[in-house]
Every structure is written in C-alpha cells, then in structure tokens.
C-alpha cells in the first residue's frame, strides 16, 4: 500500500503563486508516473501536469508556460509550482502516483486525498 500526502493549497488572488508539493510512502520499488489531476467543481477531473520515467513531463495545454511539475525520486516526492494563476485554475488538486511495489513488473495508482486552491481577489 502506498500513502499519498499533498500540501501547499490556498487561497490566492490573480496573478499570484502556489506552490503544491506531494509525499509518497510505503510499498514502493519505484515510481512510473507521478503528478496532478484537478477537478472544479462541476467538471470532470483532468491531468493538469505529470512527470514520467525518464523526465518526461506533460501539461494540460491551459496550464503549459505558467505550471511547473518536478520530481525529487530520491524521496519520492512531487511539486507543482504554479505561477500567473488564474480564477479558472480554482480546482481541488489531487496527487496521483503510479507506483510498481516490486521488480515484477505488476503497478497499481494511487491517489491523495486532495488539496483545494481557489484563485480570487
């Protein structure tokens, strides 16, 4: 089993930063795929930026030039650096990690319990 746990959400007014960062633990041989997933409210939830093996990082084409997604593999954390926010970036921001428990080549995702970051003045 595999813990997800977010911090780093708020309130933040137009134009402004945040900072979301990610912990993973437990049962863990090593990391495929870890990043964010966002859901407003109303809408379906969407890949906002995730970085896989190998460095390869993907955006939501909305957030792509103001979003930054990174990795620390050593501590199995990820942050989402978030610049020129904006009111539609409002969502509740998840973790996801797709996480291999052993060398047997089996994984399984997981998710965290979410972070709100409302974008207002």
């Known amino acids: 089993q595999v813990r997800l746990v977010e911090s780093g959400g708020g309130l933040v007014q137009p134009g402004g930063s945040l900072r979301l960062s990610c912990a993973a633990s437990?049962?863990?041989?090593?990391?495929?795929?870890m990043g964010w997933y966002r859901q407003a409210p109303g809408k379906e939830r969407e890949l906002a930026a995730v970085i896989i093996s190998g460095g390869t990082t993907i955006y939501l084409d909305s957030v792509k030039g103001r979003f930054t997604v990174s990795r620390d593999n050593a501590k199995n954390t990820v942050s989402l650096q978030m610049n020129r926010l904006k009111p539609e970036d409002t969502a509740v921001y998840y973790c996801?990690?797709?996480?291999?428990?052993?060398?047997?080549?089996?994984?399984?995702?997981?998710w965290g319990q979410g972070t709100q970051v409302t974008v207002s003045s």
């Open positions: 996801n990690a797709d996480v291999s428990p052993n060398s047997g080549g089996v994984h399984f995702e997981y």
């Open positions: 437990g049962s863990i041989f090593s990391i495929n795929a």
